[in-house]
C-alpha cells in the first residue's frame, strides 16, 4: 500500500500572495482590487512575507532550497478562477526534496510551494455565488512521496506536519485540506479536498477496503479521482473530467526569479524531539509530553525553564492543569503552580486563574501524603460501608475524594490515588 | 479635456470632415492646455497624448481594439498614464490597433487603419492609430506598445520617430498583455526629443510591476556610438527598393562621421519563428481570462454550464486571436511543450547573448520594414506565415529586449522609408541621441500639420 498526500495550508500573511488586499476578510467581495479580481492590465506583486513563511517551512522540512524560486501558469477554466490561471510553482518551487521523521520511519517530501487560493463558490441549488475575497490568498502546498503504509503513518505524519507547521507560526486551527492519493495496486486513486484528521484517515479506510475488495475479486482498481464524504464516510467518483488534466503550464512572465539566499527564515521547532528528548532525560512518558507541548508554545516554553528546577511529574502535573482549564502564563507564574502541585495542594481554574493574573494564592503548610492518608482513615472510620461499596461501584469513591480533598485542601488527583490505593481498586 | 470627438476620430478612419473637426476640437485642447501649464508653472510640462488602446486610461473605454472588451472601463490608470498626467500631458483619446496587438499591418481592428501618406496602403501595426495621430496632429506625442514591432513597423510606415524602450525599463502596469515577457510600452513622436521628453517621465521602478527596473545611473548622459553595425544576413530578406534607400542612408550617415561596419549573425534565422513561439503561448494564457461575466463584453445567459457560457463569450475575438489561442494552447501542451516552448526560451537566451554582444561594440542599424507599405488589399491577400515575415528585422530586437528606435530616413515615392538603431540592453538614451544627430540635416515630412500652436 502506498499513500502520498498534498497538503494544502493557508499562509497566515495579512495581505494577499499578489497584492496589497487584506485576508480572511468576513464581509464577500469587500477585499477585492484589479490585481485579485484579475482585470486586464493588472499584474501581480509577490508578497514577501508569504516568501519568508513558505521557505521557513521548506526549512523546517529538510528541503534542499534552490537559489532562486520562480512562478508559473496553470491554465484552467472555472468560475472560481478569474485569470483563468492560477500562479503556482512548478520548476522552481520553494523547496523539494525534504522529509519528515516519524522514528525510524522517514515520509519523503516531493515537493513544497507557494500558490494562490481562487474565489469561495457557494452553490445553490438555482444559482452560484462567488466571494473573491478568498481569491489571491497564499496557500502552501506541501506533497509528499508515497510513502506512508499504515493508517498510523498517516496519522502520526498529519500530527507531527501540524506541530512543525503551529511553531512557524502557521494558524493550524484554519482548514487544511489534503489530496490523498493511494494506491493498492498499480492504480493511482486521488481523493480531493479531504479537511481534518479525521475525514483523512476516515477516506483513507475506506478507500483501502473498496480497493482491497476489488483486487480480491481480481478486477484493477481504475485511475481516478474521487471525493470523500463526511456524512456517509464513503468516497465516490468526482463527475467531473479527471486523469492527468492538462494544464499548459509556461513560466509566469509577470514575476521574476526571487533570490533565496538573503530571505530571513524562521527557526523550526520540533515538538516531537523535544519531547523524546526530555522523557530520555527525566524519565517521563514522551506521549504524554508531546500530547503536552505539539501544538502549544506556552507550555513548551514553561517545559524548557523549569525542567532543571523541578521533578517532571510536577511539571507534568501543572502543565496539565494548565491545559485543562486553557491558561497560559510566564515561568515566573508558574513557579508558583508547580508549588502547588509539589505542596499536592488543590488545583481548581479559580486558583490557577488568580495565579495568572499575577495575583497570589495560600499554598498553607503544605500538606503530606501521610495527612491525607490520616484523613481518609478518619473518613472510612466514619463510614465503615464505604468500602464494599467501592469495590462493587469504584465511581463511589468520588464522593470520599471530594470531602478529604475539601478537608484537607489537598489536590484532588492525588486524594484519588491515595485512596484507591488504600481500597485496592484502580483509579 | 477628453474630447470625445477626437477618440473616435483616432478610432475611425481619418476622412476630410474628421480633420476639420479634429483640429477645431485640437485648437481649444491647446487652449486647456495652456491654462493648465500656466497654473502649473511651466509652459512646456505637457503634450497632448494620446494613449494606444491596450493601455488602461481610468475611467476611459480600453478594449485593445477587441469585442471581447468591449465596454471594459479600467478602474485605474496605467503607470505610464498616471505619470504623464502628473506631468500635465492631457490625454485626447485612445488609439486604434490590432485585436490584441495580433497584426503587423492595422487590419486586425474593427476599423482597419489606412496610412496617412496614401489611404489605399496599411499603416502598419499593431500601433497604427498611435502612428496616425503623430503623423497627422503636431503638437501631440502617443504612448503606444510593441511586442514583437508594433512600434517600429507603423512608425516607419507613417513616417514619425517610434521609440522602443529596453524591456522592463517602463512599466506594464496598466498594459493588457499580449506576450508579457516581450510586451514593452513605448513613445512616439515627431521628433527624438520629443520622444525623450516624455520618456523621461515614464521610465523607472514601480512597485506595480515586479519585471520593472531603474536605467544604471548615468544613462542620461549616453551618447550615440560612433560605431554602427549592418547585420548583413537579415538584408536577404529587404525589397531592393529600401536596400537601394538604405545604401543612401549609411553613407550620409558615415558623412556625418558614423563608422558603419557589416556583422553577421546566423542565430537571428531562427528569431521569427522563436518570437512567435513565445508570444503565442504567452497569448493564449492572457486571453484566457476573457471568459465573459466580470468585464467587458458580457453573456447574458447564465443558465448554460460554465464550459458552455465561455464558450459563447470567447466566439466573440477575431479570427488572428482565435488562431493564436489555438496554436499558444497547442504549443503548451504537455506533449510538445519541451520541443517547442522550452526550446525557443533556451534559443531566445541564445540569440539574446549574441545580439547583446554585437551591440555593446556598437549600435545596429537596420530598415525597420524590409518593404514599403503595402496595399491593404495586397497584405489582406497574405497568408499568415507571409504576415509573419514581415517583422523579420523588428523580431530580433523586440525579441531579447533590446531599446531600439524608427526614425524616417528617406521618402520613396512620397512615401516614408523608416531606419532602425538598436542598442545595447539600456542604451536608450545613446539610440535618442543617434537620431537626434540625424534630424539636425534631416527635415521629417508629415501628411497634415493639425493642432499648432
Aim: with cysteine; proline share 4%; charged share 30%.
Amino acid at each position: 500500500m502506498k499513500i502520498g498526500l498534498e497538503v494544502h495550508v493557508a499562509l497566515p500573511t495579512k495581505t494577499k500572495l499578489f497584492c496589497s488586499c487584506k485576508t480572511y476578510v468576513e464581509e464577500p467581495n469587500t477585499s477585492i482590487c484589479p490585481i485579485c479580481m484579475g482585470m486586464p492590465g493588472s499584474k501581480p506583486k509577490l508578497n514577501k512575507e508569504a516568501l519568508k513563511i513558505g521557505l521557513s517551512v521548506s526549512e523546517a522540512l529538510h528541503c534542499k532550497i534552490k537559489s532562486r524560486i520562480g512562478f508559473v501558469r496553470k491554465v484552467y477554466f472555472y468560475p472560481d478562477l478569474p485569470k483563468s490561471y492560477q500562479i503556482s510553482q512548478l520548476y522552481d518551487p520553494v523547496g523539494y526534496n525534504g522529509y519528515v521523521d516519524l522514528g525510524s520511519k522517514r515520509i519523503n517530501i516531493r515537493r513544497v510551494q507557494l500558490e494562490e487560493d481562487p474565489a469561495r463558490i457557494y452553490r445553490e441549488d438555482d444559482y452560484t455565488l462567488l466571494d473573491f475575497n478568498r481569491s489571491g490568498t497564499p496557500l502552501l502546498e506541501i506533497v509528499t512521496e508515497p510513502d506512508i503504509q499504515s493508517e498510523e503513518e498517516l496519522r502520526g505524519f498529519y500530527a507531527e506536519l501540524r506541530s512543525i507547521l503551529y511553531y512557524l507560526g502557521i494558524d493550524i486551527d484554519k482548514e487544511m485540506k489534503a489530496d490523498l492519493n493511494i494506491s493498492l495496486s498499480d492504480s493511482r486513486v486521488e481523493i480531493k479536498n479531504v479537511t481534518g484528521i479525521k475525514n483523512l484517515v476516515d477516506a483513507a479506510r475506506y478507500e483501502i477496503k473498496r480497493q482491497s475488495a476489488l483486487i480480491e475479486k481480481g478486477e484493477e482498481p481504475r485511475v481516478e479521482t474521487r471525493s470523500y464524504l463526511p456524512e456517509r464516510m464513503t468516497t465516490e467518483r468526482t463527475r467531473e473530467k479527471e486523469t492527468d488534466e492538462e494544464y499548459g503550464y509556461i513560466f509566469e512572465p509577470d514575476l521574476t526569479f526571487y533570490s533565496t539566499t538573503n530571505v530571513e527564515k524562521i527557526e523550526p521547532v520540533y515538538a516531537s524531539a523535544i519531547a523524546k528528548e526530555y522523557a530520555e532525560k527525566y524519565g517521563a512518558s514522551e506521549k504524554t509530553l508531546l500530547e503536552l507541548i505539539a501544538y502549544d508554545r506556552n507550555a513548551m516554553e514553561l517545559l524548557e525553564t523549569s525542567a532543571h528546577r523541578h521533578g517532571m511529574q510536577s511539571i507534568i502535573s501543572a502543565l496539565e492543569t494548565l491545559k485543562k482549564f486553557k491558561v497560559q502564563m510566564d515561568p515566573e507564574k508558574f513557579e508558583k503552580v508547580i508549588a502547588l502541585v509539589e505542596a499536592n495542594a488543590a488545583l481548581d481554574a479559580e486558583r490557577i486563574n488568580i495565579i495568572a493574573k499575577g495575583g497570589e494564592v495560600k499554598i498553607g503548610k503544605g500538606i503530606s501524603e501521610k495527612e491525607i492518608e490520616e484523613d481518609i482513615e478518619k473518613f472510612i472510620a466514619k463510614n465503615p460501608g464505604i468500602v464494599e461499596e467501592a469495590n462493587r461501584n469504584p465511581k463511589s469513591i468520588n464522593a470520599i475524594v471530594g470531602k478529604v480533598a475539601k478537608e484537607t485542601g489537598a489536590n484532588a488527583k492525588v486524594v484519588a490515588e491515595l485512596v484507591s490505593k488504600r481500597l485496592g481498586i484502580k483509579p | 479635456m477628453i474630447s470625445r470627438s477626437i477618440e473616435e476620430f483616432i478610432k475611425a478612419q481619418p476622412g476630410k470632415e474628421y480633420y476639420v473637426k479634429l483640429a477645431e476640437e485640437l485648437a481649444k485642447l491647446n487652449k486647456e492646455l495652456n491654462a493648465f501649464n500656466n497654473i502649473n508653472g511651466s509652459l512646456s510640462s505637457g503634450y497632448p497624448l494620446s494613449v494606444k488602446d491596450n493601455i488602461c486610461v481610468k475611467g476611459m473605454e480600453t478594449t485593445a481594439s477587441s469585442k471581447v472588451l468591449s465596454g471594459y472601463i479600467p478602474p485605474f490608470n496605467a503607470t505610464a498614464v498616471e505619470r504623464l498626467s502628473a506631468k500635465g500631458f492631457g490625454v485626447i483619446g485612445k488609439t486604434n490597433m490590432d485585436e490584441f496587438g495580433f497584426g503587423s499591418f492595422g487590419l486586425n481592428s474593427e476599423s482597419p487603419a489606412r496610412n496617412p501618406f496614401d489611404k489605399s496602403r496599411v499603416a502598419g501595426g499593431s500601433s497604427s492609430g498611435a502612428a496616425i495621430a503623430t503623423s497627422i496632429i503636431e503638437n501631440h506625442v502617443a504612448l503606444a506598445e510593441s511586442t514583437g514591432g508594433s512600434i517600429a513597423a507603423p512608425a516607419s510606415f507613417c513616417g514619425v520617430v517610434g521609440f522602443t524602450p529596453t524591456y522592463g525599463v517602463v512599466s506594464r502596469y496598466g498594459l493588457i498583455d499580449y506576450g508579457n515577457s516581450l510586451d514593452k510600452i513605448g513613445v512616439m513622436g515627431r521628433s527624438a526629443a520629443r520622444v525623450r521628453y516624455t520618456f523621461d517621465i515614464i521610465k523607472g521602478r514601480d512597485r506595480y510591476d515586479a519585471t520593472c527596473v531603474d536605467l544604471p545611473a548615468g544613462s542620461e548622459r549616453k551618447q550615440a556610438s560612433k560605431k554602427l553595425f549592418v547585420i548583413r544576413n537579415l538584408l536577404e530578406h529587404v525589397d531592393e527598393s529600401i536596400k537601394k534607400s538604405f545604401e543612401k542612408t549609411l553613407s550620409k550617415l558615415s558623412g556625418m562621421g558614423f563608422e558603419i561596419e557589416e556583422g553577421e549573425l546566423k542565430e537571428l534565422d531562427s528569431a521569427i519563428a522563436v518570437y512567435y513561439i513565445i508570444a503565442m503561448a504567452e497569448a493564449s494564457t492572457n486571453l484566457a481570462k476573457y471568459t465573459g461575466f466580470k468585464y467587458g463584453g458580457k453573456v447574458d445567459d447564465f443558465s448554460k454550464e460554465y464550459n458552455e457560457f465561455f464558450t459563447e463569450a470567447r466566439e466573440k475575438f477575431g479570427k488572428e486571436a482565435k488562431r493564436r489561442v489555438v496554436l499558444g494552447t497547442y504549443i503548451r501542451s504537455a506533449s510538445v511543450r519541451d520541443k517547442y516552448y522550452y526550446k525557443a526560451l533556451q534559443i531566445r537566451r541564445l540569440i539574446g547573448e549574441k545580439i547583446s554582444e554585437l551591440a555593446r561594440k556598437g549600435s545596429i542599424i537596420l530598415p525597420t520594414m524590409p518593404m514599403l507599405p503595402p496595399k491593404i488589399e495586397d497584405a489582406g491577400k497574405m497568408n499568415p506565415l507571409q504576415a509573419y515575415m514581415v517583422d523579420i528585422l523588428t523580431v530580433p530586437a523586440n525579441l531579447t529586449g533590446l531599446p531600439h528606435v524608427s526614425f524616417p530616413a528617406d521618402y520613396i515615392d512620397g512615401l516614408p522609408v523608416g531606419a532602425q538603431i538598436i542598442g545595447a540592453p539600456y542604451e536608450d538614451y545613446a539610440i535618442l541621441d543617434l537620431v537626434g544627430k540625424w534630424e539636425e540635416d534631416f527635415s521629417y515630412k508629415f501628411a497634415y500639420n493639425l493642432g499648432s500652436l
